[in-house]
């Protein structure tokens, strides 16, 4: 395996899972993300780091297809974004993506919040949706609060929820964009023990995040961004201790 084969791309020891290749993307006259090259591979965990405005949510819904591409590729598992319809749908449910905000269904119970999206898309009993979300609740430490409301939890448990209700779907890779940033400080640390825990039981993690404690526990990888472009790709003990651009030294400068 050569050096730039797993600096610059991806990790050549993994089957890929996530291959992005020459992605372009303006907002207007706005190049938001600059010919993007990134592989995934199964089971690694990706921090994604970088200034505001740097493209990282872009990227992200990218990913998802929640946002269009003007040129490149996106492929999961082997498969091609497609553009709509129902592969498009299949594609989602494959992909699980935990944002900033919530976004639990309010007028639903934690459980049924976590048993939708089986029961309506992978077409589940709901029996065995049920008991799926029991055990993801209790994985991430919820079932005393199954049959409450959104708004009876705190932002920490509902976004434990969140992340639950994604597993539910049983995604090859997980997306979080900021999963903790509108989250008051002392409920920062149980929703990264979640993510933690996920990323040691093997799933595949595209994580964006300003919490570099983090990114050390449990990224294999560190992609930093800025101005749309992936400036530096490097394993987390490189990128902390010896960030190679000046652009990702004067980052780490000001948030460290
Ligand atoms: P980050 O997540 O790194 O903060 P974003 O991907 O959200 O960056 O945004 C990258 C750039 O694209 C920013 O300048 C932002 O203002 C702009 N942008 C994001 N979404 C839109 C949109 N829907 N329309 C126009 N500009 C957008
Ligand atoms: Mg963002």
Same mark, same amino acid.
């Given at each position: 395996?050569?050096?730039?084969?797993?600096?610059?791309?991806?990790?050549?020891? =993994?089957?890929?899972?996530?291959?992005?290749?020459?992605?372009?993307?303006?907002?207007?006259?706005?190049?938001?993300?600059?010919?993007?090259?990134?592989?995934?591979?199964?089971?690694?965990?990706?921090?994604?780091?970088?200034?505001?405005?740097?493209?990282?949510?872009?990227?992200? =819904?990218?990913?998802?297809?929640?946002?269009?591409?003007?040129?490149?590729?996106?492929?999961?598992?082997?498969?091609?974004?497609?553009?709509?319809?129902?592969?498009?749908?299949?594609?989602?449910?494959?992909?699980?993506?935990?944002?900033?905000?919530?976004?639990?269904?309010?007028?639903?119970?934690?459980?049924?919040?976590?048993?939708?999206?089986?029961?309506?898309?992978?077409?589940?009993?709901?029996?065995?949706?049920?008991?799926?979300?029991?055990?993801?609740?209790?994985?991430?430490?919820?079932?005393?609060?199954?049959?409450?409301?959104?708004?009876?939890?705190?932002?920490?448990?509902?976004?434990?929820?969140?992340?639950? =209700?994604?597993?539910?779907?049983?995604?090859?890779?997980?997306?979080?964009?900021?999963?903790?940033?509108?989250?008051?400080?002392?409920?920062?640390?149980?929703?990264?023990?979640?993510?933690?825990?996920?990323?040691?039981?093997?799933?595949?993690?595209?994580?964006?995040?300003?919490?570099?404690?983090?990114?050390?526990?449990?990224?294999?990888?560190?992609?930093?961004?800025?101005?749309?472009?992936?400036?530096?790709?490097?394993?987390?003990?490189?990128?902390?201790?010896?960030?190679?651009?000046?652009?990702? =030294?004067?980052?780490?400068?000001?948030?460290?």
């Amino acid at each position: 395996m050569s050096e730039t084969s797993r600096d610059r791309t991806g990790d050549a020891t =993994r089957e890929p899972m996530v291959v992005i290749e020459g992605v372009n993307k303006h907002f207007g006259d706005l190049h938001v993300l600059r010919d993007i090259n990134l592989t995934v591979g199964r089971g690694e965990v990706v921090v994604v780091l970088g200034p505001s405005g740097s493209g990282k949510s872009t990227l992200c =819904r990218a990913i998802n297809r929640l946002e269009t591409i003007e040129s490149g590729t996106i492929s999961i598992d082997g498969k091609a974004l497609p553009e709509e319809g129902k592969p498009l749908a299949q594609l989602r449910a494959d992909v699980g993506m935990v944002f900033q905000s919530f976004n639990l269904f309010a007028h639903k119970s934690i459980r049924d919040n976590v048993t939708l999206g089986p029961v309506k898309v992978r077409k589940q009993k709901k029996a065995q949706a049920d008991e799926k979300a029991t055990s993801l609740l209790k994985r991430v430490g919820i079932e005393a609060q199954a049959d409450k409301y959104p708004a009876q939890l705190s932002g920490g448990q509902q976004q434990r929820v969140a992340i639950a =209700r994604s597993l539910a779907m049983d995604p090859k890779v997980m997306l979080f964009d900021e999963p903790t940033s509108a989250l008051d400080p002392e409920m920062v640390g149980e929703v990264l023990d979640v993510m933690v825990g996920l990323a040691k039981e093997g799933m595949t993690m595209i994580v964006v995040t300003h919490e570099m404690g983090f990114a050390r526990k449990a990224a294999d990888r560190v992609v930093f961004m800025d101005n749309g472009q992936i400036v530096e790709v490097a394993t987390p003990e490189e990128f902390f201790a010896n960030p190679r651009s000046e652009r990702a =030294r004067d980052f780490l400068g000001k948030i460290l």
